[in-house]
């Protein structure tokens, strides 16, 4: 039992590298021995030639076969720690040693680690590889977008030219003008012409020599609308900004400027024939209003134009020339409204006298507006202009619902 107390003791003892005097043992020696060498290889693989290294492996070989031989003779004396766990340590130190040799590209004689030129290189070529990817993905893109640009074009120079071989094969030439002037001269010298001014008004000849007389600066938003008095001295303009204008056009002057009472765009004035200081304005608010220019407020709410309790926003306004009491209106959806002054009650059908709709509008998806609407000159017909759709004309005497008399294809107006 003392024997194996001893040699337990000289375990604790070698183990913790003291013996029982309190000196190193031979085994400790060793440890440090192939340690020093360990430190001794890998100082000197930093600055020895290929030779040089294999000389010093040849000599850590040898150190580490006198280690051995030093564990054996331990053994042998009797004492257990035994040989294999020498070596083992001593085989781990070499391994350690050879991981910091794969390593030591990277470290410094301080043991410190830094970045070598090499990894400098190939850090540099990386990121400029990257940046050459970045210009040429950007150039791909550059070259992409000109490429749908260039087709883009392409498709709307196509659609252009298809819409004008269209309008070539649909429409022919202008006849030659039927109204002479020198000849209608000479019949209204004679007294044969009754007509003479209603046809030079409309002649072509006259119409194409149209230009530019005056320019008028009054609004601060888009001008919608603009309507002459029935004698041609006055002109009303209505506007974004939400103010009509009264214009003497011919002296280039506003006469009167006042709030429409519309709280959205004002889209189109319409006068009454009998009556030169009274006019009706539609707006984009689905609200009708009568103006009265001989009123301090000439603005005051005729009705609200509503399809069941929506609201219609409205882009057109006409008085019929022969019933001034009556008056039609568009907008957003495709129904014309007909309306009489005297008999607006909004609990009843809206205030509405009648409706006009092409049959196969009145249930479509489509979404159809009324861009414009007008009376002809005997208020007998209406006609109305549909975005995107035809031009419809209607008999103005028709009852409520009734179907459109006669159609204009080829219009297109999105």
Aim: charge should be negative.
């Amino acid at each position: 039992m003392s024997d194996k107390g001893s040699s337990m003791e000289g375990k604790t003892d070698i183990v913790n590298g003291k013996g029982a005097s309190g000196d190193r043992s031979p085994r400790a020696w060793g440890l440090l021995l192939g340690r020093l060498m360990a430190f001794l290889h890998h100082a000197g693989s930093l600055s020895s030639s290929p030779e040089e290294m294999s000389a010093e492996e040849g000599r850590e070989t040898s150190s580490g076969i006198e280690v051995e031989a030093s564990d054996l003779s331990l053994s042998l004396t009797g004492d257990d720690v035994g040989p294999n766990r020498t070596s083992t340590e001593s085989r781990d130190t070499d391994t350690e040693s050879s991981g910091e040799e794969k390593d030591s590209d990277s470290m410094d004689d301080t043991g410190h680690y830094s970045i070598n030129e090499e990894n400098r290189a190939l850090d540099r070529s990386h990121s400029e590889e990257e940046e050459e990817e970045d210009e040429e993905e950007e150039q791909r893109s550059h070259r992409r977008a000109q490429r749908k640009r260039a087709s883009h074009d392409q498709d709307s120079s196509d659609d252009e030219q298809a819409l004008e071989d269209w309008v070539s094969s649909e429409t022919t030439a202008l006849p030659q003008p039927r109204w002479q002037a020198v000849h209608a001269l000479r019949e209204r010298e004679l007294g044969s012409s009754a007509r003479f001014v209603y046809e030079a008004c409309g002649a072509r000849v006259f119409v194409q020599r149209f230009c530019l007389q005056h320019g008028l600066e009054g609004h601060t938003g888009c001008v919608n609308t603009l309507h002459f008095n029935q004698r041609g001295t006055w002109l009303a303009s209505g506007s974004d900004d939400l103010k009509v204008v009264v214009w003497d056009w011919v002296r280039r002057q506003p006469v009167l400027e006042f709030e429409s009472g519309h709280k959205s765009n004002v889209f189109q004035l319409a006068l009454e024939p009998d009556s030169p200081c009274t006019f009706l304005s539609a707006g984009e608010d689905a609200v009708v209003f009568t103006i009265d220019l001989r009123q301090d407020r000439p603005a005051s709410k005729l009705v609200v134009t509503k399809e069941k309790e929506k609201k219609v926003g409205l882009y057109t306004i006409y008085v019929n020339p022969a019933n001034t009491y009556q008056f039609a209106v568009g907008g957003r959806d495709q129904f014309v409204r007909i309306y009489d002054q005297r008999k607006i009650d909004e609990n009843e059908n809206n205030g509405v006298l009648k409706k006009f709709c092409p049959h196969h509008l009145v249930n479509s998806e489509s979404k159809a507006n009324i861009t414009c609407l007008v009376y002809s000159h005997d208020g007998s017909e209406l006609l109305a202009s549909y975005n995107d759709e035809d031009i419809y004309l209607f008999n103005s005497s028709h009852s409520d619902g009734a179907e459109y008399i006669k159609r204009y294809k080829g219009h297109r107006n999105n």
